[in-house]
């Protein structure tokens, strides 16, 4: 069982920054894929890193603007959330998925991810 749970979410004016951060309670975290998802009206893919940390995938509206990474040795996956748009409110959840083959791989699908956290509200005002 894994469980998620992040914090760092707030209001900010348009433009500004803010760094999420999701914690993990598991043994294994390296064996886990890291996602986050943000939901204003659907649940969409927002960034995924490998459970070794070497690939990093992103959708196409964060890309040059946000960045995940992850810390291993403290459990945690970060997504550092810069140049920020009202269109970015949501409430962002964190996601893990076991990466069972051991292929570094950076899953995008929801169905990838067994276990979730419970949300952290990010409200961008223009």
């Known amino acids: 069982q894994v469980q998620l749970v992040e914090s760092g979410g707030g209001l900010v004016q348009a433009g500004g920054s803010l760094r999420l951060s999701c914690a993990a309670s598991?043994?294994?975290?390296?064996?886990?894929?890291m996602g986050w998802f943000r939901q204003a009206r659907e649940r969409e893919f927002v960034a995924s890193i490998s459970?070794?940390?070497?690939?990093?995938y992103y959708a196409d509206s964060v890309k040059g603007r946000f960045t995940i990474s992850r810390d291993n040795a403290k459990n945690t996956v970060y997504l550092q959330m810069n140049s920020l748009k009202p269109e970015d409110t949501a409430v962002y959840y964190c996601?893990?998925?076991?990466?069972?083959?051991?292929?570094?791989?950076?899953?995008?699908?929801?169905?990838?991810?067994?276990?979730w956290g419970q949300g952290t509200q990010v409200t961008v005002s223009s």
């Open positions: 598991v043994r294994t975290f390296r064996d886990y894929a």
């Open positions: 996601a893990a998925g076991f990466d069972k083959y051991y292929s570094d791989y950076v899953p995008s699908r929801r169905s990838e991810y067994a276990y």
């Open positions: 459970r070794s940390g070497s690939n990093m």
